[in-house]
């Protein structure tokens, strides 16, 4: 039973490939015991894990020293290269920059950057000296960059001139900062730098190139990534070195990483999937990847994908979404024979996307899906599997993951449910920073609860349904509405806002925004740009409404909540009846 109207795309028998995929799914999920995957990985002395280890280091110190690891390609086009002996001199020089900065295992280090090589030399840096890493998107205004300084307790900041000019106001509230640091690429800025910071060259240039990577325990904490959440402020998903497991192993499954290949994954590093799979997937499986600087161009992307031979491509349907829109002609006018494999993850991925790759790029789509807080790929369809266009799937060897009602009894094929994961598996996240409570809550009935819905077919291929809360996804971006709620609320007009995701063909969502204003106040077109110039400016474009209606007060609860969906069903044209149970929610 297939859900799509597509038919499914078949692929060859495995001898018909011109690379054998290294996933034989079926003979590898029965089974499976994580063990295999563990003994794969080299680990430190005496049973310790290290990320930065298995990613760098094993390389540097073997046949791969000096094998291309980073192809960096700025958006002024400046080239650099650096092979896995370099990246292992550059991260033990900054390991012992933050160690002499006081830095200790455990402590919260954070990057504020954009794809710069120092942004990657610094991640690894950090796990190194035994420190918690926290990228930042480099797109965020103060208030979201205040929000995670705060809440994680960041004792350094690494970043920009740029950005820093960007947060400057928000410096005197982060009272557990004690150095920021500066990394001023190729002195592109000429403005001069605050005194009080540290420059990254003059630190470096001082550093010694030795440096012992802490024996951190495959528990210990290595990355902090933020997600947004229906209510509150974003949550910090720390992770464990342990994570590095899966992600090396999802790598070499989903992604079909194999040692020739040339590598590019499209998303920022202050995203998971930047880090996830932009930094650990392919390093640990000791990868050439590249790493473009410049933003989304389709003519850039497809000259990227040419001059650099990327083979293994790793995107989001909002970019597919975009290249389609940019036409079937433009990708034939490039020469893309290197590329043999690609895949798409964090907004669903709709059938007509992956088999337009099939008549664009020669290939289809490969759909993926995970979170945040899984921390790797849970559920993919692999290079030797018929793909069902729009369908993510199946799940990975080793994880268990279901469909089921409201009392966790399984949903039959084709019937929609709460797409659960059963606790376990290497990479999942191992708290919220600050926040057991809802940490503990995503747990239920022994199953970790997703938050998507989902179907599952007869054949155990997965189907994306929707989410079940009120988190947006825009560009595959998740944005809290609470978080925009409260930047609306600031403002001295707004007596009230309630923030929806709007359905848009390229986007998936938009953030759309409802707003009241306090008595007096006259809803203008000039206060409509007044309040999206003020939300982007504290929040970041991507973030920020793109639409704003003003209504005269907003639908509640009896204790007071605002009903978004409710919101979201009057945008929509559904009828409202259909959410009269809200008002019994709270
Ligand atoms: O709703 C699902 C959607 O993105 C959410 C996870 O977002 P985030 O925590 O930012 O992680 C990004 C890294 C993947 C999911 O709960 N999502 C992700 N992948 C898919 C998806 N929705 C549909 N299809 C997918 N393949």
Known sequence: MTISSFPPIHKPSRDDMPVAPNLEYAKTRAGFDWQQMYSELDWLPGGYLNKAHEAIDRHANGPRRDKIAMIWEGKNGEREDYTFGQLKTLTNKFANVIKSLGIETGDRVFLFMDRLPETYIAFFGILKAGAVVGPLFSAFGPDPVRDRLQDSGAKVLVTQPELR?????????????????IVNKNNRDTEGRDMADLDWDEEMGKASTDFDTVRTSQYDYSVMHYTSGTTGKPKGAVHRHQAVVQQYATGKWALDLHEDDVY?????PGWVTGTSYGMLAPWTNGLTQLIYEGGFRASAWYEMLQKHKVSVWYTAPTAIRMLMK???????????????????????LNPEAVVWGE???????????????????????????????????????????GVVDENFDPAPPGVDGNLVVRPGWPSMFHSYWNNTEMYNS????????????????EDGYFWF??????????????????????????????????????????????????????????????????????TRQKLSAGVAPREIEFV???????????????????????????????????
């Open 552 to 586: 005269p007060t907003l639908p509640k609860t009896r204790s007071g909540k605002i009903m978004r969906r409710l919101l979201k069903a009057r945008e929509l044209g559904l009828p409202e009846g259909d959410t009269s149970t809200l008002e019994e929610e709270e």
């Open 165 to 181: 000019r960007r947060i400057t106001g928000i410096i005197p509230e982060l009272f557990e900062l004690q150095h920021i640091i």
């Open 359 to 401: 008549k664009a790029i020669g290939m289809p789509f490969h759909d993926n899906w995970w979170q945040t807080e899984t921390g790797a790929i849970l559920v993919a369809n692999y290079p030797e599997m018929d793909i069902r266009p729009g369908s993510m799937g199946r799940p990975i060897p080793g994880v268990e993951v």
């Open 465 to 534: 349904v929707g989410r079940t809360d009120d988190v947006i996804n825009t560009a595959g971006h998740l944005v809290g509405p609470f978080e925009v709620e409260s930047a609306l609320i600031e403002h001295p007009a707004v007596a009230e806002a309630g923030v929806i995701g709007k359905p848009d063909p390229i986007a998936m969502e938009i953030v759309k925004a409802f707003v009241a204003l306090k008595d007096g106040v006259e809803a203008t077109p000039a206060l409509q740009r007044e309040l999206t110039r003020f």
């Open 264 to 268: 590019w994954c499209t998303a920022d």
């Open 326 to 348: 940019a036409g079937e002609e433009l990708p034939h006018r490039y020469d893309l024979s290197r590329l043999r494999y690609s895949c798409s993850v964090g907004e669903p």
């Open 442 to 457: 995503r747990f239920r009935k022994g199953w970790y609860v997703t938050g998507d819905s989902a179907r599952v077919d």
